[in-house]
């Protein structure tokens, strides 16, 4: 581990938030120099919390005196677009993000671009694919320890395909290394499908990948929940925990189940943050990329809205990149707004940490 301590700042630190502090406040090589949060009285008490006394109700304040080395944006979907741009240009090393990362495909463009320019590693926050046993599963598939992959299918994708569906993108494009070109879909009830957000709309249909493979997209459980993908006579089973890894057949024909023996690391009790934020601080010190990045949000933002476009329009196949970048899909009310605007606000008690 280097000597470097990195200087933190975290914006919009709610429920989400709060486990991005309680990661940050324990890592050796990192310390939570400053919180913004609008919310006065959550914002007093994270203070006591985390330790921390400089203290904002909005990101140009902190902006305005403290120049963190790391941002974690962790606000409502709504304000992600401009907190990050603001941390780009006033010269963050590196920031990160929350799911879903905007509704506007040109928003989440501008972000990734943004980033992009002022030389910001641009992280994506607490997604799956970011699991250190998923990205160990990804390089295994990789290496060609499975052969070569046949086939790919997504699970369980509907009820918000934008919110929580970037999950499944994320780890489809990770495990098959390739990027989603084409998609037709069937969507239901008509009412959600009429809609701007993704609330409730379950999504079925059929991804094409760049390398040629075709994925089934079942939009309930299977009772499978998440990704697989087989070649000849293996299979890698993502369901929302380490993967499982299904080798050879039984006298039977049913597939075994093998031990994966995933290695050990340290602060797993921060789940897959863990991974998202340590790879993303090595990435910040130069090495590699964040396994999950801005990037990563975007894509699955556009491939949602693409599904969303197709079922619309009578399940047509909608080509990808997008040209349109006006199109969007919003997440349910929750996410775009926070727990205080919809009336479910976080209790001063539960960010004490005291429930
Ligand atoms: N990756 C995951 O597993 C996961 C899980 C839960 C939530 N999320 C995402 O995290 C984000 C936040 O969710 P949450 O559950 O923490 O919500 P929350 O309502 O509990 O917290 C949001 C916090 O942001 C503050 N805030 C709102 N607008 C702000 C602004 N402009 N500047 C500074 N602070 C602001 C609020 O005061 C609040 O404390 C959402 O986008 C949500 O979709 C991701």
């Given at each position: ?66 120049l963190p080395d790391i941002v974690a944006v962790v606000t409502p979907t709504k ?113 959600a499908l009429a809609k701007d957000d993704d609330e409730g709309l379950i999504i ?152």
């Open positions: 581990m280097s000597t470097v301590k990195y200087r933190v700042a975290i914006i919009g630190c709610g429920r989400m938030g709060q486990q991005y502090a309680q990661a940050y406040t324990t890592y050796p090589d990192t310390e939570i120099v400053a919180i913004a949060d609008n919310n006065p009285e959550r914002r007093k008490v994270l203070g006591e919390r985390f330790g921390v006394r400089a203290l904002y109700g909005d990101v140009e304040s902190l902006l305005g005196e403290v304000y992600m677009k401009d907190v990050v741009i603001a941390c780009a240009e006033a010269g963050v090393k590196g920031i990160s993000t929350e799911k879903p990362i905007a509704a506007v495909l040109a928003d989440a463009d501008e972000m990734v671009d943004t980033c992009a320019r002022h030389g910001v590693v641009f992280a994506g926050g607490n997604l799956q694919r970011a699991m250190n046993e998923v990205q160990e599963a990804a390089q295994r598939i990789h290496a060609g320890e499975f052969g070569e992959l046949v086939g790919a299918s997504v699970h369980g994708f509907g009820g918000e395909i934008s919110g929580g569906g970037c999950q499944h993108i994320s780890v489809l494009r990770l495990f098959t290394n390739a990027e989603i070109d084409e998609v037709i879909a069937w969507g239901t009830p008509k009412e079925h249909g059929k991804f094409h990948l760049t390398s040629g493979l075709e994925c089934a997209v079942f939009g309930t459980s299977t009772p499978c929940r998440g990704v697989d993908v087989w070649s000849e006579d293996a299979l890698v089973r993502w369901d929302w925990a380490s993967p499982e890894i299904f080798k050879g057949y039984d006298e039977k024909g049913a597939r075994v189940s093998i031990n994966p023996k995933y290695a050990s690391y340290p602060w797993r009790e921060f789940g897959y943050l863990t991974g998202s934020i340590r790879s993303f601080l090595t990435a910040v010190a130069g090495d590699g990329h964040p396994w999950i990045t801005g990037h990563d949000l975007r894509q699955a933002l556009e491939v949602a809205i693409a599904a969303k476009l197709s079922a619309r329009l009578g399940s047509v196949p909608v080509q990808l990149p997008l040209e349109d970048r006006s199109l969007s899909l919003f997440p349910r009310s929750y996410r775009w707004l926070g727990g205080d605007a919809t009336g479910n606000p976080q209790s001063l008690e539960e960010a004490a940490g005291n429930q």
